[in-house]
């Protein structure tokens, strides 16, 4: 009996596996096919030449050993003046004003992708890896969530990741951010593994991948303070100490490029970004005033839903959810310090998301249908972007639609005031309704952006 018992349990474990695995792979194709849907189309060309600037950076280092891009600042004296794809360029050399390893990876993609030199590249020859990137990025999330909670979370977290559509769409540009964000997931992965074995490979895996990125960008230390804050909490201070002890030398290394290059051209570049133009005291109001997705407004009630639900999260078990909480600590601080409220950047915020959408998935598995004020201020935020993005977008508003729609989540309140099993199943069975409606209305927001 106790034999037959067991295996049955363990076939059920087998079987649940295997469905979570069947769910993933379901996602992930998911979110690889809307981030294919339009993807030389829409963003269109142009709407941030950085994804050339990175592109050229790599592909001048490798075949010229001499970074050479584009840039508007007057630190730069040896520049020329061209018109390529009828855009001007201000092409400039050494371009020393970021770090080299995101550009030698575009560039080399560039380059293994058909590509001979900086005047021949076109943005179809780098979008697909901004799509490899954004796929590494679902599958480092659910790592990172099943890691730290479980698979139910990790699940929802991959799934709101692969289909919001501020995070589909803005996972199509070659920004460095879209190469950050999948790199920093996998350092918090091994610094969760690292916590829960005390296996001291995962620290320093951590530690040479956050190294890394801040040769990849300054601003991407914030990778290696995440990790700093998660020690500090947990009052280990040895392993800080070997931690900074791999990251601060590789990231050093910047130094040593910039001042081999131009010392001089270096330190004044260094100047102007310590300095950045259009940082001002009230910045940050800008991260919701101005939802730029790429360089137009995308009010998505996801990410607005997203910082409530980092607020909850913040009022929830400190330790448990540690991780999360430094790591968008983190980014906020240097946001908050460092990165200007520059119109047509929203790439700046992207950083945010994945641990907003973590929060959110928590939200949804620990508050929704269990606190029904919260699940009906849930339907509102998120339901009103996405009719907007949707209906408003094919079949102009429509007063009739929208005041069903506040009908069809004012349900959700009526357990409040009748504590009645017919009454908290219908609020269930139309909450549940609503939250598979937000998901295919996603997928319809992305099929449906444009930028005309």
């Known amino acids: 009996m106790f034999i037959k018992y067991l295996t049955n349990l363990l076939t ?29 189309i829409w963003p269109r060309q142009g709407a941030t030449f950085d994804e050339y600037a990175w592109t050229w950076q790599g592909i001048s280092l490798i075949k010229n050993h001499v970074p050479t891009s584009w840039s508007p600042h007057p630190q730069y004296k040896n520049f020329k003046d061209v018109i390529y794809q009828k855009t001007h360029f201000r092409m400039v050399t050494p371009f020393l004003e ?46 990172l969530v099943k890691e730290i909670y479980d698979t139910k979370t990790a699940l929802i977290a991959s799934l709101l990741y692969a289909t919001i559509p501020t995070i589909a769409i803005g996972s199509r540009i070659v920004q460095n951010e879209n190469f950050f964000i999948p790199f920093w997931l996998l350092a918090l992965f091994f610094t969760a593994k690292f916590l829960k074995t005390n296996k001291n490979i995962y620290r320093n895996l951590a530690g040479i991948i956050c190294g890394l990125l801040i040769l990849a960008k300054i601003p991407w230390v914030a990778g290696a303070l995440s990790i700093v804050i998660i020690l500090l909490v947990l009052k280990k201070y040895k392993d800080i100490y070997k931690f900074l002890l791999i990251v ?93 409220d520059e119109a047509g950047h929203g790439w700046y915020r992207y950083p945010f998301y994945p641990f907003l959408i973590i929060s959110t998935a928590i939200f949804l598995k ?75 209305m996603n997928i319809w927001s992305v099929f449906l952006y444009n930028e005309q």
Do not use: C
Not at 316 to 325: E, G, H, P
């Open 12 to 40: 059920l474990k087998t079987l649940q596996t295997r469905i979570s695995y069947l769910l993933l792979v379901l996602i992930l194709f998911l979110g690889l096919s809307l981030r294919f849907n339009n993807l030389f």
């Open 98 to 143: 970021h770090p080299p390893v995101f550009g030698l990876v575009a560039g080399s993609f560039a380059i293994l992708n058909g590509v001979q030199g900086i005047y021949d590249l076109h943005f179809y020859d780098i979008r697909p890896l901004a799509v490899v990137l954004g796929f590494l990025s679902l599958v480092f999330l659910f790592l």
């Open 248 to 340: 601060a030398p590789i990231a050093l290394l910047y130094l040593v490029y910039g001042f081999y290059f131009d010392k001089e051209l270096f330190v004044s570049l260094w100047k102007l970004q310590l300095n950045r133009y259009d940082l001002v005291f009230n910045s940050i109001y800008a991260l919701f005033q101005k939802p730029y997705l790429v360089d137009r407004f995308y009010t998505d009630g996801w990410i607005y839903f997203g910082w409530f639900s980092m607020i909850l999260l913040f009022l929830k078990d400190f330790k448990k959810n540690l991780i999360v909480i430094a790591a968008f600590l983190a980014y906020f601080l240097i946001f908050l310090s460092g990165i200007p």
């Open 366 to 440: 620990d508050h929704f249908l269990k606190n029904w004020l919260l699940t009906f201020f849930f339907l509102v935020f998120v339901g009103t972007s996405l009719f907007q993005l949707t209906w408003a977008t094919v079949f102009g508003f429509s007063y009739l639609i929208f005041r069903i729609s506040i009908i069809g989540w004012s349900i959700s309140l009526l357990p409040l005031f009748i504590s009645k099993k017919p009454v908290i199943k219908l609020a269930t069975f139309m909450s549940l309704f609503w939250l598979g409606s937000f998901i295919l």
